[in-house]
């Protein structure tokens, strides 16, 4: 009885409300309650406080044969951590438009052609429309089921008959419905309760499920955060707008690593992987132009070489504009800080835009001191030579820390074509020599004298 009289529940947090208000309090949104029925208990009707006995195991078992299925398209797999694993059920996420169907059709039908079972429904798009997509994908000949349908009983019912399917594709979560549910289609309780059942049955049958989610405009996976902690995996497929290329990241997996990434480049034949990204992030290279940096990132175990361009310009604002995009605003705050207190870099009356080129985001430190680099370089307007790279972290006291995987780093720089490395001073001393040569640096005072000598001289021979 209790149970039924909560029953407003915040579109965005899934808290739940006996009475409606115009503020959820779980999350402080505003104008996010809607009134849904009760969910009434899921799993097969028993009677409450009467359990059925079930047998333990022991952790020793031997595990099931092949736990794991290769999906047939290399980035993705690098990405679920080697393949599907039975039973598992994954969620990708993505703006619209971004390539989730396309990447989904082309993996069930990679899985098809592979001799195993392969099924997308689709609550979307009707059945001719998704043929309509594998044909220009040139993917007319996989034996992949399709259906258009979003109830999710008919879907289970429908998918027990037969062999158990390797993989299904639910397109997308937020249209399915459950009868164990009385809210509407797309509401937190039904994407929650279609969840659920969903997962039931993959755990049940050993299918793989991906499921769709949608992504609200702050880039949350639309419905409760709740889905996210009942699935085995998260996945979110990232790209800009007006660029190729795409990015497949595990947010959570529960079976494989969450930092490895997949790149694709959509073209219009469909997705294709794209096996060495570092030619990709740095084919816009804008060499010799002062503002441009190179720096030699990792993306999980894979270097990633990626160009850092910043624009510092005079400023007519009382408060100058800090503008970042593909960073962190607040290491650039540090860095921008460190470069006025420890290097005499006065940027107080400038406004500042860093861009990491192509549409990359990048999170890790190691970033600080090829920022830093483009910084200096596009203030004092003197080119950074074009075949260098730059990593290192920069600490408060304007140090330049040592990073993980350099040697890594270094090599993927060497076979990229570039002769110089711009990194912390203790960073040669773990690795052997890759064909770079040395340019380490001690602190980013030492940096920035040696960008402004490069100016100066550069002045002097025009
Ligand atoms: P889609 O997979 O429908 O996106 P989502 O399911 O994430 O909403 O992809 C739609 C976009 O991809 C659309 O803007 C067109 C583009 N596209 C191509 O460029 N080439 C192709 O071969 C296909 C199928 C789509
Ligand atoms: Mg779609």
Request: charged fraction near 20%; include cysteine.
């Amino acid at each position: 009885m209790s149970r039924r009289t909560l029953s407003f529940i915040c579109q965005h947090c899934g808290a739940a409300h006996s009475r409606w208000q115009g503020k959820c309090e779980g999350c402080g949104e505003w104008n996010t309650l809607v009134e849904e029925g009760g969910e009434r208990p899921a799993g097969p009707g028993r009677r409450p406080g009467k359990g059925r006995a079930f047998a333990l195991e022991p952790l020793s078992g031997g595990a099931e044969d092949a736990p794991r299925c290769a999906s047939g398209i290399g980035e993705f797999d690098r990405v679920t951590g080697g393949g599907f694993v039975r039973g598992s059920v994954l969620l990708l996420g993505g703006d619209p438009g971004i390539g989730k169907s396309t990447l989904l059709i082309q993996a069930a039908a990679a899985l098809a052609r592979a001799g195993q079972r392969a099924v997308y429904i689709s609550g979307e798009e009707a059945v001719a429309q998704v043929r309509l997509r594998a044909e220009r994908l040139g993917l007319r000949d996989a034996d992949v089921e399709l259906a258009a349908e979003t109830a999710v009983e008919d879907i289970i019912t429908t998918l027990s008959q037969g062999k158990t399917p390797r993989l299904i594709v639910i397109d997308s979560i937020q249209t399915m419905w459950t009868d164990l549910v009385d809210s509407a289609p797309g509401t937190v309780t039904q994407v929650r309760g279609s969840a659920q059942t969903l997962i039931r049955f993959a755990k049940r049958s050993g299918a793989t499920i991906i499921l769709v989610g949608h992504v609200t405009k702050d880039g949350q996976i639309a419905g409760p955060r709740v889905v996210e902690h009942m699935v085995d995996a998260v996945l979110s497929f990232e790209g800009e707008g007006s660029h190729q290329f795409r990015i497949l990241r595990a947010v959570k997996n529960r079976f494989g690593p969450t930092d490895e990434i997949g790149v694709f480049e959509m073209t219009g034949a469909g997705l294709r992987e794209v096996a060495n990204p570092s030619e990709l992030f740095l084919s816009e290279r804008d060499l010799g132009q002062p503002g441009t940096a190179v720096f030699a990132g990792i993306e999980g175990t894979r270097p990633l070489l990626v160009e850092m361009q910043a624009l510092v310009a005079p400023s007519s604002l009382g408060t100058p504009r800090r503008a970042v995009v593909g960073w962190d605003p607040s290491r650039l705050s540090m860095v921008l800080a460190v470069l006025e207190a420890h290097c005499g870099v006065r940027l107080g009356g400038h406004d500042v835009y860093l861009n990491v080129a192509g549409g990359l985001r990048i999170h890790e430190p190691a970033a600080d001191l090829a920022a830093a680099a483009a910084l200096v370089s596009s203030l004092t307007g003197a080119p950074l030579p074009a075949d260098a790279v730059y990593f290192g972290e920069v600490s408060l006291s304007g140090a330049v820390r040592p990073v993980a995987h350099a040697a890594a780093r270094l090599k993927e720089a060497a076979k990229l074509g570039f002769t110089r490395a711009v990194v912390p001073d203790i960073a040669r001393a773990e690795t052997a020599d890759p064909g770079l040569s040395p340019g380490e640096v001690a602190s980013l005072t030492d940096l920035v004298t040696r960008i402004a000598a490069s100016g100066k001289s550069r002045g002097q021979d025009g």
